[in-house]
T-cell receptor
Framework: GAVVSQHPSWVICKSGTSVKIECRSLDFQATTMFWYRQFPKQSLMLMATSNEGSKATYEQGVEKDKFLINHASLTLSTLTVTSAHPEDSSFYIC????????FGPGTRLTVT | GIQVEQSPPDLILQEGANSTLRCNFSDSVNNLQWFHQNPWGQLINLFYIPSGTKQNGRLSATTVATERYSLLYISSSQTTDSGVYFCAVAATQGGSEKLVFGKGTKLTVNP
């Protein structure tokens, strides 16, 4: 299966600042990556589909100007949370897809 | 869109016991995966099983696509099996479609 890394593992930032999360596909060239969000004790919800070389596709209710996604290469997608607020605190997980999806270890964001 | 229901929501077992987790889905699917989320949040792929039966060690899974359900069996449970088990489905073949997750079954295995 595909191996996916994320950086950072956890981050604390102040309200109003921006945070960038990286998702790397280490052994697979991923034309498509997915970004999910998971609140405590809840399930995963898809935020957006990241497409290499083109614009991301956002799910209904996800603010594209707040959650900026860039998929500049076949091995790297980034998610930038702009002007973060405490309600953005969550666990962010990315995945890559072969015939099944493989997930990164996640990034825990805390906004104070 | 597709709805995914998992049961039971919580399950507590003694080490060595067997268990069955269920996943019901509302429409035809071409992709069904079972995951184990460990206490650190990492999702571990257990099975890719849009239909049929698969086994991997103490774990096995069966999907009856015509009846729209899948079962995950855990035999001789160990404390390391603790965590949340998710079922996720997609309507299109391959990994290019978004997965819809169930709410999960939280399993606690006591020594």
């Amino acid at each position: 299966g595909a191996v996916v890394s994320q950086h950072p593992s956890w981050v604390i930032c102040k309200s109003g600042t921006s945070v960038k999360i990286e998702c790397r596909s280490l052994d697979f060239q991923a034309t498509t990556m997915f970004w999910y969000r998971q609140f405590p004790k809840q399930s995963l919800m898809l935020m957006a589909t990241s497409n290499e070389g083109s614009k991301a596709t956002y799910e209904q209710g996800v603010e594209k100007d707040k959650f900026l996604i860039n998929h500049a290469s076949l091995t790297l997608s980034t998610l930038t949370v702009t002007s973060a607020h405490p309600e953005d605190s969550s666990f962010y997980i990315c995945s890559v897809a072969t015939y099944e999806q493989y997930f990164g270890p996640g990034t825990r964001l805390t906004v104070t | 869109g597709i709805q995914v229901e998992q049961s039971p929501p919580d399950l507590i077992l003694q080490e060595g016991a067997n268990s069955t987790l269920r996943c019901n889905f509302s429409d035809s699917v071409n992709n069904l995966q079972w995951f184990h989320q460990n206490p650190w949040g990492q999702l571990i792929n257990l099975f890719y099983i849009p239909s049929g039966t698969k086994q991997n060690g103490r774990l096995s899974a069966t999907t009856v696509a015509t009846e729209r359900y899948s079962l995950l069996y855990i035999s001789s449970s160990q404390t390391t099996d603790s965590g949340v088990y998710f079922c996720a489905v997609a309507a299109t073949q391959g990994g290019s479609e978004k997965l819809v997750f169930g709410k999960g079954t939280k399993l606690t295995v006591n020594p």
